[in-house]
């Protein structure tokens, strides 16, 4: 029996991250057999990916153009060597970060098109789509202070998508919503404002009536 592919997108500082381990814990804890990804990233090839996307390793600045392409060879390669084989195995993958990702902040952000990115993703994933997406969102306030947060106590620093100006991480939400009315049946919204453990229950709430338990 083929396994689930569930995915976690929204704005920076929603959470994702956190929510993501612990709905994988969960499912590990109901007996089901459970892969976590991370984008970019995932493969050995896609970690070297990630550094180049996110840290800037060489003076020049990446144009929107190769930012995107770089995102879709790092989810290619995820595809084939980790996500397709798990799901093929009838294990559970629980993505943070996958190809809704690139639609909104490449295609809808950057201004490259949201029809020329989802081309991209035909050639990038092929049919491999979430069977669920949860968009997760804390407001800009509140994201803003997670973020700095993480940075004060030690974690990584902004990445090069994270310091981007208030104006580019609010066309980012407002791609997110248009992904959330376009798609009702995959997509499902979370806030994230509320406590940890509530967040959690909704989320779990929404594996649950999806009907796969």
Do not use: N
Request: glycine share 10%.
């Amino acid at each position: 029996m083929r396994g689930r592919l569930i995915s976690f997108e929204g704005p920076d500082g929603g959470g994702k991250t956190t929510q993501a381990r612990r709905l994988v814990a969960r499912l590990e804890r109901r007996g089901l057999g459970v892969v976590y990804t991370r984008e970019p990233g995932g493969t050995a090839a896609g970690e070297a990916i990630r550094r180049i996307l996110q840290h800037e390793e060489f003076p020049e600045p990446l144009c929107a153009e190769a930012e995107v392409l770089l995102f879709a060879a790092s989810r290619a390669q995820l595809v084939r060597r980790v996500i397709r084989p798990a799901l093929e195995g009838g294990l559970w993958v629980v993505a943070d970060r996958f190809l809704d990702s690139t639609t909104v902040y490449q295609g809808h952000a950057r201004g490259l098109g949201v029809e020329a990115v989802e081309a991209l993703h035909r050639i990038a994933v092929g049919d491999t789509r979430p069977d669920l997406t949860l968009i997760l969102d804390s407001g800009p306030f509140e994201a803003a202070l997670r973020l700095r947060r993480r940075q004060a106590g030690g974690g990584e620093a902004p990445d090069r998508l994270e310091r981007e100006d208030a104006a580019f991480h609010e066309r980012v939400r407002e791609g997110y919503r248009e992904l959330a009315r376009r798609e009702p049946q995959r997509c499902r919204w979370i806030d994230t404002s509320a406590p940890a453990e509530t967040v959690e229950a909704a989320i779990w709430a929404e594996v649950e009536r999806a009907g796969w338990l």
